[in-house]
């Protein structure tokens, strides 16, 4: 089948009036900008052209709520970043309901106004991408949400000073100086929560890798490593000594125990 005849399968098997169908497929193919691809073939149809199809065949039967589970697994990384970009504005445009399954965190972070996190069939947390970025309920959002993924060190709290894998951290600029508890905690570092400083914490560069206008440090040991990620372009060699300063006031912490954060 062509692309018309795809786009109107479903509304022929509804027994839809010819006219009224002609009429659904034709804004479809507006909405979508695939109006002169409507006499194509799959096999003529580029990766993101497919998928505006099968975005197309749901339109078309006007539906109140949109299921998408993971639909751009399957193209490259441009494609993918256009596609996510085409699914934004058709949400607008259609203000339909639209529940979008994906593996992927950005996709969720830049697709969704209110995020669900599962585990293991369980649901950690629903919240905006804001809120599970800046406030993750426990280490599995945390670690899951952001990239590159959160930093986690295991430690212990004492009177006001997290200690942990030859790092000592003093938290007494932290929002919860006031009720911090000694004992066995986790402290989760976000890698843009790190910056470079000219006298701070030191550790050794195992690998750097330049992104242009960012690069991500991976620091420490083999056995342990701290990624950090710094708006600098870095000239360090492996092996070299590098100063790192942390931004308190957005450092984690969570129950050594639960993993849950604390609040």
């Known amino acids: 089948m062509n692309v018309y005849q795809n786009l109107a399968f479903g509304l022929k098997l509804r027994k839809m009036p010819k006219p009224k169908i002609e009429a659904a497929v034709q804004d479809a193919a507006d909405i979508l900008e695939i109006g002169d691809l409507l006499k194509r073939k799959p096999k003529q149809l580029s990766g993101g052209q497919r998928q505006r199809v099968a975005l197309g065949r749901a339109i078309v039967r006007k539906p109140q709520v949109f299921l998408f589970d993971e639909p751009l697994s399957n193209l490259d990384a441009k494609l993918r970043v256009q596609m996510r970009a085409e699914i934004k504005k058709l949400h607008r445009r259609l203000a339909a309901t ?5 593996h992927d965190q950005v996709e969720a972070m830049t697709m969704g106004d209110r995020i669900v996190v599962l585990h293991e069939g369980i649901a950690q947390q629903v919240g905006s991408p804001v809120e ?24 212990n709290l004492n009177n006001g000073s997290f200690t942990g894998d030859e790092l000592t951290i003093s938290l007494n600029q ?15 570092i976000r890698p843009s929560d790190i910056q470079l400083a000219k ?11 330049p992104l ?14 701290l990624v950090a990620k710094v708006k ?16 308190i006031e957005r450092l984690q912490l969570f129950d050594g125990t639960t993993g849950k954060r604390l609040d």
């Open 98 to 102: 639209m529940i979008y399954v994906t």
């Open 132 to 155: 599970v970025f800046e406030r993750p309920a426990n280490r599995f959002v945390g670690s899951f949400i952001g990239s590159p993924p959160m930093n986690f060190i295991e430690g």
């Open 174 to 188: 932290h929002p919860l100086a006031d009720k911090l508890v000694n004992g066995p905690v986790t402290l989760g």
């Open 199 to 209: 006298d701070g914490h030191r550790m050794p560069l195992l690998v750097a890798e």
């Open 212 to 225: 242009g206008d960012e690069t991500v440090l991976h620091l420490g040991s083999d056995k342990s490593t």
């Open 232 to 247: 600098d372009i870095i000239t360090a060699s492996p092996g070299d000594i590098v100063h790192l300063s942390f931004n």
